[in-house]
């Protein structure tokens, strides 16, 4: 046993390098080993690396030529039909934004192989004309026309003087009755010779509007005056309006005038009305038109006498339409 391990002591000695222990030599096998291994790894990586950009370069490239292809493909063939790049001759081109066929560039000349937009010539502007404001229409001319007919056997004011009407002496003398709420046109201006208050006339008149009395029915109240020239003056107000006046009057054993002017000028419309026997009735219808601020004046007076017992013009009633 002893020899035996001897032999093999001897044999590890003789093993081992001169210049180091025996312990080194394992260790620079396996560094060995690890950098070949390691070079091995490297050069694998490399080649992998070359591979993915290769394929990468192929993919750009393959992209590239479908892109070149699709740009120059359609206008690299012959001429079809007169036009260049394949396109029918009269066929527009699309540009590949809806809506852009036939349209120019606003802000600049019209876009390449696109049709200007067809639009109508502008119109010349219309001068302004100022329209002068017409002169008003001169006012209505006058008018004036009389005339006599004969009296109904009874009037009714609020029916025929639907502006204005007036009464007399309904209670004596001085009496008189207007129309409530009336216009207010009618104008007792006075007259000359004393004024008496009579119920007889042949006529009676009726009323339901009135002021200080409200409602009469069948008065044959009335107011007359005596001797020649004596009478009564009255006006009607002017509105610029056509009027309609009816003057209700009548003389007994006389003859009266019915004198009609305008205050604004003009010819006199005079109408006469005579008895010599006894009493006698009319209605004067007189038709005017007359400015506002303008009067019609009438006067009803005794021409003539037939008697020297009072003969007189008579006055019941003026309604004004």
């Given amino acids: 046993m002893a020899d035996e391990d001897r032999t ?16 080194h030599r394992p260790r620079a096998s396996i560094t060995g080993h690890t950098r070949s291994a390691l070079r091995r790894l490297t050069r694998t990586r490399k080649r992998r690396r070359w591979a993915v950009e290769a394929l990468a370069a192929l993919v750009c490239l393959v992209a590239l030529v479908s892109y070149l292809g699709t740009r120059s493909g359609p206008e690299s063939g012959d001429d079809q039909e007169g036009r260049p790049g394949g396109v029918p001759a009269g066929a527009a081109r699309p540009t590949g934004f809806p ?79 207007r129309k409530r709420a009336g216009s207010g046109e ?5 007259g000359t010779g004393t004024r008496v208050g009579w119920d007889g006339n042949q006529e009676v008149v009726s009323w339901r509007d009135g002021t200080s009395e409200r409602s009469v029915s069948g008065s044959p109240n009335g107011v ?51 008895d010599p026997y006894t009493s006698q009735s009319a209605q004067f219808t007189i038709r005017f038109r007359l400015p506002k601020g303008a009067r019609l004046v009438l006067t009803w007076t005794v021409e003539k006498v037939f008697t020297e017992h009072c003969g007189n013009v008579g006055l019941q009633a003026v309604a004004v339409r």
């Fill in 186 to 190: 009618i104008i007792d201006a006075g």
């Fill in 99 to 177: 809506g852009a066929e036939g349209r120019t560039n606003e802000a600049g000349p019209a876009t390449p192989n696109l049709r200007p937009r067809q639009r109508p010539p502008s119109p010349d502007p219309t001068p302004s004309v100022s329209t002068p404001t017409p002169p008003p229409p001169p006012p209505a001319a006058p008018v004036l026309s009389v005339s006599r007919a004969e009296v109904p056997a009874e009037v009714d004011l609020t029916a025929v003087g639907t502006r204005d009407w007036m009464h007399w002496g309904l209670h004596g003398d001085n009496s008189t009755v």
């Fill in 224 to 274: 007359y005056t005596c001797g020649a020239g004596s009478g009564f003056s009255l006006a009607v107000a002017g509105s610029g309006e056509p009027r309609v006046v009816q003057l209700y009057a009548g003389t007994w054993m006389a003859r009266g005038r019915l004198d009609a002017r305008l205050s604004t000028g003009g010819p006199v419309s005079s109408v006469r009305l005579e």
């Fill in 8 to 23: 093999r002591a001897d044999s590890r000695a003789g093993d081992d390098p001169p210049d180091g222990p025996a312990r």
